[in-house]
């Protein structure tokens, strides 16, 4: 399919796809064994400029939008989607200073991001707390010229090796989720620190870990946006980024897809490769049709975003929802073509199988997701009445 | 710091096809690349930049179409490029290469060091790089797996041998060849991409760069390639015993004996 990309997304392509190849394939099934999280890959990253791509250009990134980080994520997840999560992560955890912060706030903490020198995360989840969002429990004090947090937050992708974290707190508990206030803490802050790796189905190269806030005083400079605008915060940031797991969905996808093309045509049965069996081909198309259209949305999607697009929650939801439900069947299916030999760990499918199954839980599951959209149907249907 | 780093296109395959009839490599149909080992050079003198400051320069010596190899250099991080391309250029040996290179580095102006990688994978000589240095009469050191100080207008490198490494100073202006050791090659970054896709790399014929074409191309090229074959490094030692004066009586008496055997 001719998507049409512009120079400098081919070029954004063509690098990241150069750094899946070269550098994270080799080393993808050692860290997920090992769950060891890529420092050299994001030094790579940094090196080659694509840490910024997403980054407005003042800031010293690239300029690019969503898109841009889309095709990134998606290059480097067709090698290994727990490494692409260093990158996705820190685009979840800084979109909210993109999107929300003050001048001095993005000087202060876009540069690095762009240039690599540091990580982002984003904490939200609680364990009381996941899919309703609204029932996280850490709280936000006013102390002066400081806010005192209290409370953990789990689960959070780049946790221990972020150095920048956006936070949702409640500043005021009265109010329920209009209380609540995004704020960014640095890490080595005191009264900031981590629970333990959490031991994971997949994405293993990525860390997984609480953030523990014990009377964490952070300077009130650090609150994005206003008081009572974390929710938003928090709501905007992911329909934006919804498209970048979406896309390491497909890149997941694509990666299996391509293994599983490459083994039916090397592995004979019956006197011949399984590629001439109808069965096998069939799902090879079903496969590639599935690829495609997700790809195809996931784009569209990007590029309404990019565009300056009002609202996209729904459609940001339907690619999420779509190319996740993707990614596990195609995975799926790359395993069952590769038959016993996919469910072994010395061969890559199995791993990208367990891989996929996250990009349908996390940044909100897929049923919350259908949830969004049905909403967004029923309000639009309403109004047009 | 100013750095000019020699690059070299070769055939992207690792099995070089030689011509039976003239003994030179077959290179029609067969795409090309930036000889392998210079990439360390590259790399190394976009690092010594980066820790030092200064300016990196590709060079070539080739046909026009090289000039798409030394874009590759700009995308990795280096400055500036420059081909030397002329008819007069053409079926140069080693000898005639590391002249019109001399001549082109002269033009070039001020440099500090020079970077060559240890050889190309299609000729395998080695010797353009220290023959470069004589042409300028700089002092040289090949094999290089470590360059340890760069200070007071002096270089310090490990060169690789084949059972260790020496360590070897020399003063700056120095030409250095590096082996596969010493870095890992980056990969371009978008913002060189872009502004290499930009950059104007000059060509410079023989007019430009004051070469006398009695030296340059086939005109300048004494070497007849008879054979080619890899040399054995694997030589069998044996220890003298006995007296000085024993041990250098045996030796000649050996010399003697394996240079009759030779000749007769
Ligand atoms: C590896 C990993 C990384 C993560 N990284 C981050 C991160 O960086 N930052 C962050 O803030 N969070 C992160 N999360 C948290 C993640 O976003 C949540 O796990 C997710 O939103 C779901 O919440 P939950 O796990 O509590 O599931 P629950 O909310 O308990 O859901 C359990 C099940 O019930 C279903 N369900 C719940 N409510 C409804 C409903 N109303 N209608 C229909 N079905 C419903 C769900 O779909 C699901 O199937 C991460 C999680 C994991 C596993």
Known sequence: MEYFLTEEQEMIKDLAKRIADEKIAPVALEYDEKGIFPRDIVNILAQSDLCGVYIPEEYGGLGGGIFEMALVVEELSRACGGIALAFAGTGLGIYPVILFGNEQQKEKYLPDIASGKKLAAFGLTEADAGSDAAGIQTTATKDGDYYILNGTKQWITNGGEADIYTVIAATDKTKGSRGFSAFIVEKDTPGFSFGKKEEKMGIRASATRELIFEDCKIPKENLLGREGMGFIVAMKTLDRTRPGVAAQAVGIAQGAFDKAVKYSRERHQFGQPISSFQAIQHMLADMAIQIEAARALVYATCRTIDAGAKNFSKESAMCKVFASDVAMKVTTDAVQIFGGYGYMKEYPVEKMMRDAKITQIYEGTNQIQRNIIALELIKAASRSK | ?264
């Open chain 2, 1 to 264: 710091m100013n750095v000019i780093v020699c690059i070299k296109q070769v055939p992207a395959t690792n099995e070089v096809k030689i011509n039976k009839q003239t003994n030179t490599i077959i290179r029609e149909g067969i795409e090309s690349i930036i000889n392998p080992f210079d990439m360390y050079a590259v790399e190394e003198g976009i690092r010594i930049k980066e820790k030092l400051g200064g300016k990196v320069t590709a060079i070539s010596m080739g046909i026009p179409s090289v000039v798409d190899l030394l874009r590759e250099t700009l995308e990795l991080g280096v400055d500036d490029a420059v081909l030397l391309s002329d008819k007069a250029f053409a079926g140069a040996d080693t000898l005639a290469t590391a002249y019109t290179l001399s001549m082109g580095i002269k033009k070039l102006g001020k440099y500090d060091i020079i970077l060559c990688g240890k050889q190309a994978t299609d000729g395998d000589t080695a010797q353009v790089g220290p023959s470069l240095a004589e042409k300028l009469g700089i002092p040289h050191i090949t094999y290089v797996k470590r360059i340890e100080k760069i200070e007071d207008r002096k270089i310090r490198a490990q060169r690789m041998t084949e059972d260790g490494y020496e360590v070897i100073e020399t003063t700056l202006p120095a030409l250095l060849t590096v082996v596969k050791e010493i870095n890992e090659p980056r990969l371009p970054s978008i913002k060189n991409k872009l502004r290499a896709k930009k950059a104007h790399i000059p060509i410079w014929t023989a007019e430009d760069i004051n070469a006398d074409k009695r030296l340059t191309g086939l005109n300048g090229s004494p070497t007849k390639v008879v054979r080619t074959f890899v040399p054995d490094m694997k030589i069998d030692g044996e220890m003298v015993q006995g007296s000085p004066e024993e041990q250098a009586a045996y030796l000649v008496q050996k010399l003697c004996k394996l240079y009759f055997k030779k000749t007769s």
